[in-house]
């Protein structure tokens, strides 16, 4: 059975800094994985999507790797900024026959102090 | 339309009675999902439809509750005789197409039982 797990579960850190998110799965076998970010009473926004041919992908100052053999996955956020606090929830599409699932970690909740 | 769209945002019912939540997903978007969301829990799947078809319904908590999709739509999300573990957000998420597509989520359907 696919489990996800995300260290820290929240993280505070002054403006600025450049961080690393954490994300690690049991079984290698996936599709992709996806990085999202919900805010206090919303939806998830989507992030990134990493297929599983893919070491890596980046969006503006966010980039995410994937290192399928090690089970991990690490959102890097560069001069993060209070607009940045949210949770973040990382998710892998399991390769598994007839399973559309998405397997979702628990999160990091994210608060960048001005 | 432009993004997933979910109603209502935020219902209010008391124990026993029914309840309908509505997903309208992006224009296109032939993967259909739902997710539900408890306090302080991850994200539990509950069901997928590709079109009108839904092949995997294992995911549903009971048999209070059902989903049906019509034209490739619009998904109704119904559950019967609720109870206050009920109480959750239910997220609606639609793909371009199954297995690797990219998931874009709603902002949700706040449920409260009373």
């Known amino acids: 059975k696919q489990e996800v797990t995300q260290i820290p579960a929240a993280l505070s850190v002054p403006e600025g800094e450049n961080l690393v998110l954490n994300c690690s799965f049991t079984?290698?076998?996936?599709?992709?994985l996806q990085w999202f970010r919900q805010d206090p009473g919303k939806g998830l926004t989507s992030l990134l999507l990493i297929q599983s041919s893919q070491r890596e992908q980046t969006s503006g100052r966010l980039n995410a790797s994937l290192d399928k053999s090690s089970g991990r996955s690490t959102l890097y956020i560069a001069a993060s900024q209070p607009g940045d606090s949210a949770t973040y929830l990382c998710?892998?599409?399991?390769?598994?026959?007839?399973?559309?699932?998405?397997?979702f970690g628990q999160g990091t909740r994210l608060t960048i102090n001005p | 339309g432009a993004g997933v769209s979910q109603s209502p945002s935020n219902k209010v019912t008391e124990k026993g009675k029914d309840v309908e939540l509505r997903c309208d997903p992006i224009?296109?978007?032939?993967?259909l999902y739902w997710y539900r969301q408890s306090l302080g829990q991850g994200l539990e799947f509950l069901i997928y439809f590709q079109g009108n078809s839904a092949p995997d319904k294992s995911g549903l908590p009971s048999d209070r509750f059902s989903a049906e999709r019509t034209g490739g739509s619009v998904s109704t999300l119904t559950i019967q005789r609720t109870q206050q573990e009920d109480s959750a957000v239910y997220l609606c998420a639609s793909s371009l197409r199954l297995g690797g597509g990219e998931l874009f989520f709603g902002e949700g359907s706040r449920l409260t039982v009373l």
């Open positions: 224009s296109g978007h032939t993967a």
């Open positions: 079984d290698s076998a996936i599709y992709n």
């Open positions: 998710a892998v599409r399991p390769r598994i026959q007839g399973a559309q699932k998405l397997v």
